[in-house]
């Protein structure tokens, strides 16, 4: 049972236009959210979170929102630059016990220049 | 301090052999994590650590497979008996204490390719 997917493989976005990656969870325990970046042959990279007493969280280019009714959070980057492209997990967990995290199958964004 | 640092990088190894994979977490986190990811898929929680602890299991993690983090910092993974399926990337996160009630990220490190052949 897939308790958070991303339900979009790849995405194709121009340079300086906005890349929207969505997620999708079923567990409405979870508390906590995360996206990561990943290059090929690298471990993932934090890039931001957000909690669920939150509804959207800003930092730079990177905005993640949440939607706790739908169980959804979509990543958004604005403006998209060549250097972002990479894989992108979203992931989930609960902030009490283990903090283990529930990962997506990845989307896999290419920004064209 | 200069991250989460895994040992080897690479490892190739012909089925039935045993190996061992070392993760030197960021120092004073407490808790450690061993993630598996196959290709097309995100990372799959395999154990975790708190402190020298091993507080959960998934059940991916079979008889085969052994987890340590003596006197709480560093941690060995090790899987015996190796398996043409156990070709993977795994990787070791850590992370610090969370505040309570909230959660917090975890660091990744650059992970283990194994490949069995």
């Known amino acids: 049972d897939q308790q958070v997917k991303q339900n979009s493989p790849s995405l194709s976005v121009q340079e300086g236009r906005i890349s929207i990656l969505n997620c999708d969870y079923t567990?409405?325990?979870?508390?906590?959210f995360l996206w990561y970046k990943k290059y090929p042959a690298e471990g993932p990279t934090f890039l931001i979170s957000?909690?669920?007493?939150?509804d959207k969280n800003e930092d730079g280019r990177f905005t993640v929102f949440l939607n706790k009714s739908a169980k959804h959070l979509s990543l958004h980057i604005v403006p998209s630059q060549p250097g972002d492209s990479a894989v992108y997990f979203c992931?989930?967990?609960?902030?009490?016990?283990?903090?283990?995290?529930?990962f997506g199958t990845g989307t896999r964004l290419k920004v064209l220049a | 301090d200069t991250g989460v640092s895994q040992d080897p990088r690479h490892k190739i190894t012909k089925r039935g052999q045993n190996v061992t994979f070392r993760c030197d977490p960021i120092?004073?986190?407490?808790?450690l994590y061993w993630y598996r990811q196959t290709l097309g898929q995100g990372p799959e929680f395999l154990t975790y650590?708190?402190?020298?602890?091993?507080?959960?299991k998934s059940r991916l993690l079979s008889d085969r497979f052994s987890a340590e983090r003596p006197k709480g910092s560093f941690s060995t993974l090790e899987i015996q008996r190796t398996e043409q399926g156990d070709s993977a990337m795994y990787l070791c996160?850590?992370?610090?204490?969370?505040?309570?009630?909230?959660?917090?990220?975890?660091?990744f490190g650059q992970g283990t390719r194994l490949t069995v052949v």
């Open positions: 996160a850590s992370t610090g204490r969370g505040s309570t009630g909230e959660g917090t990220e975890a660091f």
């Open positions: 567990n409405s325990m979870f508390d906590y």
């Open positions: 957000i909690s669920s007493i939150k």
């Open positions: 992931a989930a967990s609960l902030s009490l016990g283990t903090y283990k995290y529930i």
């Open positions: 120092s004073e986190h407490n808790r």
């Open positions: 650590f708190q402190n020298e602890a091993q507080l959960e």
